[in-house]
């Protein structure tokens, strides 16, 4: 079930989005990664924007990835894993350069699943890897059908195994999803993808 891609590509970036019941599945999913991911790993997990987040440190102790808040200005490394804070939109440039931003809600929410999506789409191309967890509503469906539409991957949770289907299920309805896995099978799908060409 492997998308078939020209030889000379290859997976240079993943973002995941979640939301209610989001903190467990990014665990599980994170910790299922191992070392070493060639990969940085760009996040979206809607918090309480009124409250300082302690996300980072928690899904640490669940991975071997290096796990940290993103910065503006920062070029994104293989095997660590950018959280967007609360209450700022995390978008992702040429070169892996980060940029974080205050404007405006995207449906209500920042930071914003479609946005962080998009801007791996326009930077990566057929070199993205897009991820949808639980979570409810349907943020990251817009952003899925860009990352499709250029040539990327996507992955949905199984609304079966998600916790909250909301936001797998609207990324399902697209039908711009390659992979509609359990939980705890999407994380080797990930290193199978993001290493097969650089074997």
């Not at 978008?91 to 962080?116: C, K, M, N, Q, Y």
């Not at 949808?132 to 943020?139: A, F, H, R």
């Not at 996507?154 to 916790?163: C, G, L, S």
Request: charged content about 20%; overall charge negative; aromatic content about 4%.
């Amino acid at each position: 079930m492997t998308p078939e891609r020209h030889p000379s590509e290859q997976f240079d970036v993943v973002a995941v989005a979640s939301s209610a019941g989001g903190v467990s599945a990014l665990g599980v999913l994170l910790g299922a990664l191992g070392p070493d991911l060639p990969v940085p790993i760009f996040v979206v997990q809607h918090l309480d924007p009124r409250h300082k987040t302690v996300l980072a440190q928690v899904l640490a102790r669940r991975t071997e990835l290096d796990v940290k808040l993103a910065e503006t200005g920062e070029r994104a490394l293989a095997g660590t894993v950018y959280l967007a804070p609360p209450d700022r939109h995390l978008l992702v440039g040429d070169g892996g350069i980060v940029t974080l931003s205050s404007s405006e809600l995207v449906h209500f929410l920042r930071p914003s699943a479609d946005l962080l999506f998009e801007s791996i789409a326009g930077a990566y191309g057929p070199r993205a890897i897009a991820c949808v967890l639980t979570g409810t509503g349907s943020d990251g469906s817009m952003g899925v059908e860009a990352v499709k539409t250029r040539g990327g991957t996507v992955i949905a949770e199984d609304p079966a195994t998600a916790e909250f289907t909301g936001m797998p299920k609207s990324a399902v309805s697209t039908g711009s999803v390659d992979f509609v896995l359990p939980l705890d099978e999407i994380a080797a799908v990930i290193r199978e993808l993001v290493e097969t060409e650089r074997k």
